[in-house]
Protein backbone atom coordinates (compact mmCIF):
# COMPACT_ATOMS: atom_id res chain seq x y z
CA UNK A 1 0.00 0.00 0.00
CA UNK A 2 0.93 3.29 -0.67
CA UNK A 3 2.17 4.96 2.75
CA UNK A 4 1.68 8.84 3.27
CA UNK A 5 4.28 10.67 5.67
CA UNK A 6 3.30 13.70 6.78
CA UNK A 7 6.26 16.82 8.53
CA UNK A 8 6.24 17.98 10.59
CA UNK A 9 4.35 16.47 13.54
CA UNK A 10 3.93 19.47 15.96
CA UNK A 11 4.25 22.86 14.73
CA UNK A 12 4.18 26.09 16.64
CA UNK A 13 3.11 29.32 15.39
CA UNK A 14 1.61 32.78 16.03
CA UNK A 15 -1.28 34.22 14.63
CA UNK A 16 -0.51 36.15 11.75
CA UNK A 17 2.10 33.64 10.52
CA UNK A 18 2.72 31.98 7.18
CA UNK A 19 2.43 28.25 7.38
CA UNK A 20 3.73 25.16 5.29
CA UNK A 21 2.86 21.69 6.00
CA UNK A 22 4.39 18.58 4.12
CA UNK A 23 2.94 15.40 2.64
CA UNK A 24 4.94 13.16 1.00
CA UNK A 25 3.65 9.44 -0.86
CA UNK A 26 5.79 6.11 -1.10
CA UNK A 27 4.96 6.40 -5.11
CA UNK A 28 2.91 8.97 -7.39
CA UNK A 29 -1.16 9.56 -6.63
CA UNK A 30 -1.15 12.16 -9.51
CA UNK A 31 -2.95 14.73 -7.64
CA UNK A 32 -5.65 12.04 -5.73
CA UNK A 33 -5.23 14.28 -2.72
CA UNK A 34 -6.79 15.87 0.08
CA UNK A 35 -6.52 17.69 2.81
CA UNK A 36 -8.77 17.83 6.19
CA UNK A 37 -8.73 19.95 9.45
CA UNK A 38 -9.88 18.22 12.84
CA UNK A 39 -10.09 20.15 15.86
CA UNK A 40 -10.53 17.93 19.35
CA UNK A 41 -14.05 16.37 19.51
CA UNK A 42 -14.93 16.85 16.15
CA UNK A 43 -15.37 15.17 12.94
CA UNK A 44 -12.51 16.46 10.08
CA UNK A 45 -13.42 19.25 7.85
CA UNK A 46 -12.31 18.55 3.89
CA UNK A 47 -9.90 21.68 3.00
CA UNK A 48 -8.37 20.96 -0.10
CA UNK A 49 -9.43 18.17 -2.79
CA UNK A 50 -7.47 17.53 -6.03
CA UNK A 51 -4.18 18.48 -4.33
CA UNK A 52 -4.84 22.45 -4.66
CA UNK A 53 -9.27 23.01 -5.15
CA UNK A 54 -10.51 25.01 -2.31
CA UNK A 55 -13.43 23.34 -0.94
CA UNK A 56 -16.90 25.40 -0.56
CA UNK A 57 -16.87 27.68 2.14
CA UNK A 58 -13.27 27.62 3.42
CA UNK A 59 -11.31 30.65 3.36
CA UNK A 60 -8.76 31.51 0.82
CA UNK A 61 -5.90 31.78 3.26
CA UNK A 62 -5.95 28.03 2.78
CA UNK A 63 -4.52 26.48 -0.31
CA UNK A 64 -2.37 23.73 -1.22
CA UNK A 65 -0.15 22.57 -4.20
CA UNK A 66 1.85 19.81 -5.46
CA UNK A 67 1.69 16.39 -7.46
CA UNK A 68 2.86 13.36 -7.97
CA UNK A 69 4.62 12.27 -4.48
CA UNK A 70 5.03 15.88 -2.65
CA UNK A 71 2.47 18.09 -1.70
CA UNK A 72 1.95 21.31 0.36
CA UNK A 73 -0.62 23.05 2.62
CA UNK A 74 -0.01 26.50 2.86
CA UNK A 75 -2.01 28.89 5.70
CA UNK A 76 -0.82 32.32 4.42
CA UNK A 77 -2.06 34.60 7.63
CA UNK A 78 -3.01 32.09 10.52
CA UNK A 79 -5.80 32.76 12.39
CA UNK A 80 -7.03 32.03 16.00
CA UNK A 81 -9.40 29.28 14.57
CA UNK A 82 -6.69 27.51 12.62
CA UNK A 83 -5.25 25.87 16.14
CA UNK A 84 -5.78 22.27 15.33
CA UNK A 85 -4.88 18.66 13.96
CA UNK A 86 -4.42 18.70 10.37
CA UNK A 87 -4.02 15.03 7.80
CA UNK A 88 -3.30 14.54 4.03
CA UNK A 89 -5.26 11.76 2.67
CA UNK A 90 -4.67 10.03 -0.62
CA UNK A 91 -7.39 8.90 -2.52
CA UNK A 92 -5.88 7.20 -5.89
CA UNK A 93 -7.24 3.66 -4.89
CA UNK A 94 -8.44 1.82 -2.20
CA UNK A 95 -7.44 1.36 0.63
CA UNK A 96 -6.66 5.23 1.10
CA UNK A 97 -4.33 6.37 3.57
CA UNK A 98 -4.01 8.98 5.88
CA UNK A 99 -0.82 11.06 6.93
CA UNK A 100 0.11 11.09 10.70
CA UNK A 101 -1.39 14.58 11.26
CA UNK A 102 0.46 17.87 12.23
CA UNK A 103 -0.37 19.45 15.58
CA UNK A 104 -0.87 23.54 14.82
CA UNK A 105 -0.17 24.81 18.33
CA UNK A 106 -0.05 28.38 19.60
CA UNK A 107 3.43 29.88 20.05
CA UNK B 1 -28.81 20.31 4.84
CA UNK B 2 -26.62 17.11 4.22
CA UNK B 3 -26.52 14.99 8.03
CA UNK B 4 -25.24 11.70 9.12
CA UNK B 5 -25.47 10.19 12.29
CA UNK B 6 -23.90 7.36 13.65
CA UNK B 7 -24.98 5.15 16.53
CA UNK B 8 -24.69 1.52 17.29
CA UNK B 9 -20.96 2.01 18.98
CA UNK B 10 -21.01 1.11 22.86
CA UNK B 11 -19.02 -1.31 25.07
CA UNK B 12 -18.01 -4.34 24.11
CA UNK B 13 -15.85 -8.00 25.17
CA UNK B 14 -12.94 -8.71 22.58
CA UNK B 15 -14.28 -11.43 20.23
CA UNK B 16 -17.68 -9.86 20.45
CA UNK B 17 -19.95 -7.93 17.47
CA UNK B 18 -21.05 -4.52 16.95
CA UNK B 19 -23.22 -3.26 14.13
CA UNK B 20 -23.17 0.81 13.48
CA UNK B 21 -25.74 2.46 12.14
CA UNK B 22 -25.30 6.11 9.97
CA UNK B 23 -28.49 7.53 9.35
CA UNK B 24 -28.62 9.94 6.60
CA UNK B 25 -30.85 12.93 5.79
CA UNK B 26 -30.89 15.65 2.78
CA UNK B 27 -28.74 12.82 1.09
CA UNK B 28 -29.77 9.54 -0.62
CA UNK B 29 -26.64 7.19 0.11
CA UNK B 30 -27.32 4.47 -3.05
CA UNK B 31 -26.70 7.73 -5.20
CA UNK B 32 -22.79 7.90 -3.35
CA UNK B 33 -20.05 5.36 -2.37
CA UNK B 34 -19.71 5.67 1.35
CA UNK B 35 -16.82 4.91 3.94
CA UNK B 36 -16.18 4.58 7.79
CA UNK B 37 -13.10 5.84 8.57
CA UNK B 38 -12.14 5.80 12.36
CA UNK B 39 -9.54 7.00 14.89
CA UNK B 40 -8.27 5.47 18.18
CA UNK B 41 -8.19 7.61 21.34
CA UNK B 42 -5.15 10.31 20.84
CA UNK B 43 -4.34 9.17 16.80
CA UNK B 44 -5.25 9.42 13.72
CA UNK B 45 -7.27 8.97 10.92
CA UNK B 46 -7.71 5.28 9.76
CA UNK B 47 -9.49 4.11 6.51
CA UNK B 48 -11.65 1.25 7.53
CA UNK B 49 -13.93 0.61 4.35
CA UNK B 50 -15.98 1.81 1.46
CA UNK B 51 -19.07 0.82 -0.60
CA UNK B 52 -18.75 1.67 -4.13
CA UNK B 53 -22.38 2.57 -5.87
CA UNK B 54 -21.35 1.08 -9.02
CA UNK B 55 -21.49 -2.05 -8.79
CA UNK B 56 -21.52 -2.34 -4.73
CA UNK B 57 -18.22 -3.38 -4.35
CA UNK B 58 -16.43 -3.32 -1.66
CA UNK B 59 -13.43 -2.46 0.38
CA UNK B 60 -11.60 -3.28 3.55
CA UNK B 61 -8.64 -1.98 5.03
CA UNK B 62 -5.95 -5.29 5.87
CA UNK B 63 -6.72 -4.55 9.45
CA UNK B 64 -10.25 -5.45 9.57
CA UNK B 65 -10.50 -7.36 6.34
CA UNK B 66 -12.73 -10.84 6.94
CA UNK B 67 -14.29 -9.33 10.35
CA UNK B 68 -15.89 -6.02 8.89
CA UNK B 69 -18.55 -6.08 6.59
CA UNK B 70 -20.16 -2.42 5.22
CA UNK B 71 -23.53 -2.67 3.88
CA UNK B 72 -26.35 -0.40 3.03
CA UNK B 73 -30.31 -0.44 3.15
CA UNK B 74 -31.72 1.83 0.65
CA UNK B 75 -35.06 2.00 1.91
CA UNK B 76 -34.18 3.19 5.64
CA UNK B 77 -31.35 5.05 3.76
CA UNK B 78 -28.74 3.49 5.95
CA UNK B 79 -25.20 2.73 5.69
CA UNK B 80 -23.86 -0.05 8.22
CA UNK B 81 -20.96 -1.43 9.76
CA UNK B 82 -20.99 -5.05 11.19
CA UNK B 83 -17.82 -5.56 13.18
CA UNK B 84 -17.28 -9.28 14.16
CA UNK B 85 -14.21 -10.65 16.23
CA UNK B 86 -13.40 -7.36 17.81
CA UNK B 87 -10.27 -6.81 19.51
CA UNK B 88 -8.59 -4.18 21.40
CA UNK B 89 -7.17 -2.30 19.27
CA UNK B 90 -10.11 -1.87 17.25
CA UNK B 91 -11.25 0.75 20.04
CA UNK B 92 -12.10 4.28 18.35
CA UNK B 93 -14.64 6.78 17.07
CA UNK B 94 -15.80 5.08 13.99
CA UNK B 95 -17.24 8.12 11.52
CA UNK B 96 -19.29 7.48 8.13
CA UNK B 97 -18.95 10.40 5.30
CA UNK B 98 -19.58 10.73 1.81
CA UNK B 99 -16.93 9.08 -0.10
CA UNK B 100 -15.99 10.95 -3.31
CA UNK B 101 -12.43 10.16 -3.16
CA UNK B 102 -12.41 12.79 -0.63
CA UNK B 103 -14.78 13.08 2.33
CA UNK B 104 -16.60 16.21 2.33
CA UNK B 105 -19.52 15.38 4.42
CA UNK B 106 -18.95 13.52 8.05
CA UNK B 107 -21.00 12.58 10.62
CA UNK B 108 -20.21 12.86 14.35
CA UNK B 109 -18.99 9.48 14.65
CA UNK B 110 -19.62 6.33 17.67
CA UNK B 111 -17.31 5.73 20.32
CA UNK B 112 -16.78 1.81 20.12
CA UNK B 113 -14.43 0.49 23.14
CA UNK B 114 -13.15 -3.00 23.36
CA UNK B 115 -12.07 -4.35 26.97
CA UNK B 116 -12.87 -6.74 29.00
Known amino acids: DIQMTQSPSTLSASVGDRVTITCRAS??????LAWYQQKPGKAPKLLIY???DLESGVPSRFSGSGSGTEFTLTISSLQPDDFATYYC?????????FGQGTKLEIK | EVQLVESGGGSVQPGGSLRLSCAASGLTLSNYPMSWVRQAPGKGLEWVSALSVIDGRTYYADSVKGRFTISRDSPKNTLYLQMNSLRADDTAVYYC?????????WGRGTLVTVSS
Open chain 2, 97 to 105: ARDLGRADY
Open chain 1, 27 to 32: QSISSW
Open chain 1, 50 to 52: KAS
Open chain 1, 89 to 97: QRYNSYPYT
